[in-house]
């Protein structure tokens, strides 16, 4: 027989090891679920599949492409390459402007079209997000 | 000018000092029985010299110095005198060095306050400070000096980031950084105590004061940056789970962690390789947040400079300290058969243990949500985000058995334990389901899972409320820690479920009538002022027949030349109301943004509470 210390020790190990895989797959199967993609247009139009899963959008603001209307902000993103057109409602960060960088999160409707649910603050007018820096240094 | 070269010098001369410390520190290890007064006084002379180096800084600042570097980078004439000064930690330079100087302030004060403790002790401690300061000392002068010469001398300086112009974020770096530093002390001496097979109760008894320092100035950084991000930046939300939030609530948990678990070294001198991993874990992670935030891998505001040579310098810095603390660990520590694990599954040390695992896991979630995307950036270059939902899933489910615990745990006896009065426990859990029941009982969405959230909130609640009140209960500090905690997650908690907002674009003049509010924009009145020019809003809220008046504000700063937003919220003791207004270049429109929030006041007042909790303990050991 084993003596009362080792069981319990025993039991603690054993204890410890059930809930490290219950938070293993906990964390990973939240992972997958959770994770916001960062695509640029051209990566959208080249995509094979519009999923309906949240992602990133990333690159400039297309000059004199802004529309703003009393519920809605329409713009346009692109790469210099490719173009995205976005629809919006919601709050427009101070920094957005025509010519800059822009990050916007929500759903594709296909190729040409997303639904944004959120457009990112940055908070300095020289900044621009590094996704987007090397989403245009690419092309 | 001056001042940038009395500033230069003194950090040479300090770090000079750092040889003289460990010249008479060796010489004194063996030799004497006392400690040398010599040791004192050079860690004086080093503090010293570091306050000059910083004031000198700060003159450079306040007399807009722009032959400096730093200062060109971070400030301009038109800037009101408190920012000036504040602008002294706002960028990258200037908050090392005082990073640097609450290093040496701290362990001036910890050779003061540890008379009574081993010689060799307070000397190893000393040396393994020293290690730290000295790696701050030359990452200071060889690649981010605040002292660096600009010729010609500029006119103007560039500015400070107008949304960090603010008073809240004016204290928020020093208070996060006593917070942030404290643990360093706790790391040092966990070294030096593992070395020479010290870390017992009388240890513990008096590290936990270092350790309930850092954790309450932790607690109150984590704070004001919270509050800060509140009303400046205009999302009407206390906490995003941005990576630089996350990187200062990492420590936090770790600390936490350490705190209870030193309770029980302190009674039952056991748990001791666990005390000594959480220590350095506490200072890892406050050394990767700093490596983090500053070398431009998360961007955010905090991001000062993106220079990759910085970054791998705290990398490498980093990575030595782990390296050495691996290594004393594992050489010099054995961990001692006799005591461990001598208590029953009803006792205060399993409730510590069960907390120490919750405390764990939330850790380790936020650790992965902050780490995973960089790591997966890294060997894919696939670029993604983690928002907010990823962290909900995984941590509010386990918020219930969590609150529950740490309602039964305190009231558990240390070894062997009964439950006593178990029919009052089960009532007042049925009661708090009872009363989430009725105030949510109109709620459709997510019913189930937030009526047991808030019954088990209001749990704790109630158990931690009747403690105050009972007579055997001694432990204050912890009950009001605790009670404040129970405040903190029922406040969030109606926070998230009963907030409600609209968003809307109006031209001036305009109204919008929506199912709840209507939002008329009556008038927008242009102002000068010191540094920018201020566009207030006049809007009339009408909600339920009740009008409010806000003035929003936009503001367009000199220099840098950019547009923030100003909030204008209406506090009061149950609400928060919160009205933010932005602009488009060539748009007649504005953006506006309503929201209404309830208990908003009571999450900062609830964190106070909680760092209350931590001062009344630390001042009645004081007292003792």
């Not at chain 1, 919601?90 to 649910?117: C, H, M, Q, T, W």
């Amino acid at each position: 027989m084993y003596g009362r210390k080792v069981k319990f020790r025993f039991f603690f190990i054993i204890l410890i090891l059930l809930s490290l895989i219950l938070s293993v797959f906990l964390v990973l199967k939240s992972l997958e679920e959770n994770v916001i993609f960062f695509k640029s247009p051209s990566e959208v139009k080249f995509l094979e599949e519009v999923k309906n899963k949240k992602i990133r959008i990333g690159g400039m603001v297309k000059l004199d492409s802004i529309e703003m209307s009393s519920d809605e902000v329409n713009f346009i993103i692109t790469d210099f390459k490719n173009e995205i057109n976005v629809s919006y409602s919601g709050v427009v960060p101070n920094l957005f402007s025509e010519g800059k960088g822009v990050v916007a999160e929500g759903y594709l409707k296909d190729r040409i079209f997303f639904e944004a649910s959120k457009i990112l603050a940055k908070h300095d007018e020289n900044y621009m997000p590094p996704e987007v820096k090397a989403a245009l240094e690419e092309n | 000018m001056l001042y940038s070269l009395i500033g230069h010098y003194s950090l040479i001369l300090g770090l000079s000092v750092s040889s003289l410390i460990f010249f008479s520190s060796i010489k004194n290890f063996r030799n004497n029985e006392i400690l040398d007064i010599k040791i004192i006084n050079f860690s004086f002379l080093q503090l010293f010299l570091v306050i000059i180096s910083f004031f000198a800084l700060v003159l450079s600042f306040i007399y807009s110095d722009f032959s400096n570097e730093t200062v060109f980078n971070n400030s301009h004439t038109t800037k009101p005198l408190f920012y000036k000064i504040s602008g002294t930690w706002g960028n990258h330079e200037g908050s090392l060095l005082l990073w640097l100087l609450v290093l040496n302030l701290f362990i001036f004060v910890f050779l003061i306050k540890s008379k009574n403790l081993l010689k060799k002790y307070r000397i190893l401690t000393v040396l393994f400070q020293q290690i730290i300061i000295i790696g701050f000392f030359v990452f200071l002068l060889s690649s981010s000096s605040p002292f660096n010469y600009i010729f010609p001398i500029p006119e103007e300086g560039l500015g400070l980031n107008p949304i960090l112009q603010d008073p809240a974020l004016a204290i928020h770096p020093p208070i996060l950084y006593l917070g942030y530093v404290g643990s360093s002390i706790i790391f040092s001496s966990v070294l030096a105590a593992t070395v020479l097979k010290y870390v017992s109760k009388t240890w513990a008894i008096h590290i936990k004061s270092w350790v309930l320092t850092s954790w309450i100035f932790l607690t109150l950084g984590i704070l004001l940056g919270s509050i800060w991000a509140y009303y400046e930046l205009g999302w009407g939300g206390f906490w995003f789970w941005d990576p630089v939030e996350n990187v200062s609530l990492m420590p936090w948990l770790a600390l936490t962690t350490l705190m209870h678990c030193i309770l029980v070294l302190e009674k039952r001198s056991t748990l001791k390789s666990w005390v000594i991993i959480l220590s350095i874990t506490t200072f890892t992670l406050s050394m990767s947040g700093t490596f983090l935030v500053r070398s431009g891998i998360l961007n955010s505001v905090h991001t000062f400079a993106n220079d990759p040579e910085r970054g791998l310098f705290i990398l490498t810095f980093l990575f030595i300290l782990i390296f050495i603390s691996l290594f004393v660990f594992f050489v010099f520590h054995k961990s001692e058969k006799q005591d461990s694990m001598l208590f029953s599954l009803l006792s205060k040390e399993t409730s510590i243990l069960i907390n120490n695992w919750f405390m764990m896991y939330f850790l380790s979630v936020v650790l992965i949500g902050t780490v995973y995307p960089i790591f997966l950036q890294v060997i894919s270059s696939e670029q993604i985000s983690i928002g907010p939902p990823f962290y909900h899933k995984l941590i509010v489910p386990f918020l219930i058995p969590f609150l529950i615990f740490m309602a039964i745990g305190p009231r558990l006896k240390w070894i062997k334990s009964k439950l006593d009065k178990k029919m009052s426990l089960v009532v007042l859990f049925v009661i708090s389901i009872l009363i989430s029941f009725l105030i949510l009982k109109n709620l459709s969405a997510n019913f189930l899972i937030n009526t047991i959230l808030v019954g088990s909130a209001f749990y704790l609640f109630l158990m931690t409320t009747r403690d105050f009140f009972s007579k055997t209960n001694k432990n204050i500090s912890q009950n009001l820690s605790h009670f404040g905690f129970s405040l903190l997650i029922l406040s969030i908690l109606f926070n998230n479920i009963f907030s409600k907002e609209v968003i809307t674009n109006l031209k001036v003049g305009e109204k919008f009538y929506g199912e709840k509010f209507q939002i008329e924009f009556s008038d927008l009145k242009k102002f000068e002022k010191q540094n920018f020019i201020s566009f207030k809003g006049f809007l009339l809220v009408t909600e339920q027949g009740v009008k409010n008046e806000f003035n929003p504000e936009l503001r367009v700063y000199n220099q840098p030349n950019i547009i923030t937003s100003e909030a204008d919220i209406l506090t009061t003791f149950w609400t928060d109301k919160f009205i933010t207004m932005n602009t488009l270049q060539n748009e007649e429109y504005f953006n506006i943004r309503y929201q209404v929030k309830p208990f908003m006041l009571w999450i900062w007042v609830s964190v106070l509470l909680i760092s209350l909790g931590g001062s009344i303990s630390l001042f009645n050991r004081k007292i003792k």
